[in-house]
């Protein structure tokens, strides 16, 4: 199932005018604008889909990602399954400062990430509102509408003891960037540079019950295996886990064999905070389409044939994953090869998904084939894998029994 979604990007510049950020907005798929009934949920949805959807070096680049923050995002812990060397968070200027957000302030802060005060207003009562959290902030965002010119040629004064940079928001006319630039100011954002620029990609539904039924298994701190087989049932979900586990800074980018080679580079805690992030962002879809469950019917395929093959203990892994990223083309109308640009696959892998060589490569082919009736020559293929008909027909049998019991369980 495939949804067109939007997001909105504003560049952040230096003084010689430079792209130093972008600021990461929410923007409605209806209305292309910014209708926010829910500010949790439209924060969410921006970082899944920058993410999983449309993919962060496109957005911004080698530049910072300033993401909007409310107290509930703040609490939730979920944020810490970001990369901080990207994300600078955005704290809104409504959130109520106290003891809470002040821990989760000071360990994003230790985790590495930079925190920005939004729409700040240079009064006393404010200052004093924020004044815990000054000390951990790295940016704050001075609203030229909301302060008077003398409050803003002070701005320097009144944050003088503080290493925060200054940001000018809505800086609209040059006279504007002339005058905070004189002023202590080194950021500046507004229509003066560039209106917030619509960005379109294609989302990839992940369904909240499917989502929190995996929140749950972790709770009950499932051992590996029986996590791996959660999600090989969920392809649109570990299609997304794939994607984002290059976004984030585990290290270089992995080579991916397995969906349990991806659980484990991941970690428990930053799968569950990502988990949450796509519930918060989720909204509610319709029943699983033919083509996951057809998605799903040839990664299972490809796994039993080869679990009959011996001597690659491994393999039948790589079949899985294999079988279900060749569909995520027609699935998701994008070409096969930027989704495995998106994800890094093992060499193996990507070799058979592009060219159909090796086992893999065999694998697949034979698979196709069983979907494409095509039985005597399906039959050939395998023979090839020393996989005789008899075996083939138990196999068969299974994968349908799984393909039922997917169907009947999230229907």
């Known amino acids: 199932m495939q949804n067109k979604i939007y997001m909105a990007r504003q560049p952040i510049l230096d003084q010689e005018k430079n792209i130093f950020a972008y600021e990461l907005l929410f923007r409605s798929a209806n209305a292309k604008a910014a209708v926010i009934d829910d500010a949790t949920k439209a924060t969410a949805q921006v970082i899944v889909n920058t993410v999983n959807s449309i993919g962060i070096e496109k957005i911004v680049g080698k530049s910072l990602a300033f993401i909007n923050c409310d107290r509930n995002m703040l609490l939730e812990g979920?944020?810490?399954?970001?990369?901080?060397?990207?994300?600078?968070?955005?704290v809104l200027e409504d959130v109520k400062i106290d003891e809470n957000v002040l821990v989760a302030i000071k360990s994003l802060k230790e985790a590495g990430f930079k925190i920005a005060?939004?729409?700040?207003?240079?009064?006393?009562?404010n200052l004093e509102h924020f004044q815990d959290i000054i000390p951990f902030t790295d940016f704050i965002k001075v609203d030229l509408t909301l302060n008077s010119p003398q409050q803003i040629s002070e701005a320097s004064k009144y944050l003088s003891h503080h290493k925060v940079v200054l940001l000018a928001e809505k800086v609209e006319y040059e006279e504007d960037f002339n005058y905070t630039s004189k002023h202590g100011f080194s950021l500046f954002q507004g229509y003066f540079f560039a209106k917030p620029e619509i960005i379109e990609g294609n989302s990839i539904d992940a369904r909240a019950a499917c989502i929190l039924q995996l929140l749950n298994l972790i709770q009950k701190d499932p051992d590996i295996e029986e996590l791996e087989e959660a999600f090989k049932q969920q392809p649109e979900i570990t299609l997304n886990l794939l994607k984002f586990i290059n976004s984030v800074n585990i290290g270089l980018r992995n080579e991916i064999s397995?969906?349990?080679?991806?659980?484990t580079l991941i970690g428990m805690q930053k799968l569950q905070q990502w988990l949450m992030i796509m519930t918060f962002a989720h909204d509610s879809q319709n029943a699983r389409s033919a083509l996951f469950l057809n998605a799903s019917q040839r990664a299972r395929t490809m796994e039993l044939m080869a679990k009959e093959i011996p001597g690659n203990s491994k393999l039948s892994?790589?079949?899985f994953l294999t079988g279900m990223v060749s569909q995520m083309d027609a699935l998701y109308k994008v070409e096969l090869s930027k989704i495995i640009s998106e994800i890094s696959l093992e060499k193996e892998v990507e070799e058979a998904l592009i060219n159909r060589s090796g086992?893999?490569?065999?694998?697949?082919c034979t698979s196709k084939e069983l979907e494409q009736n095509q039985y005597e020559k399906a039959v050939k293929s395998a023979k090839k894998l020393n996989i005789n008909e008899e075996q083939l027909q138990q196999i068969l049998l299974e994968v349908w029994d799984w393909v039922e019991s997917l169907a009947q369980q999230n229907g």
């Open 78 to 90: 979920a944020l810490h399954a970001l990369d901080p060397n990207v994300f600078v968070i955005e």
């Open 117 to 125: 005060l939004d729409d700040f207003v240079l009064n006393p009562d």
């Open 258 to 263: 397995s969906i349990r080679q991806a659980l």
């Open 317 to 319: 892994d790589q079949a």
């Open 359 to 364: 086992i893999l490569g065999t694998l697949l």
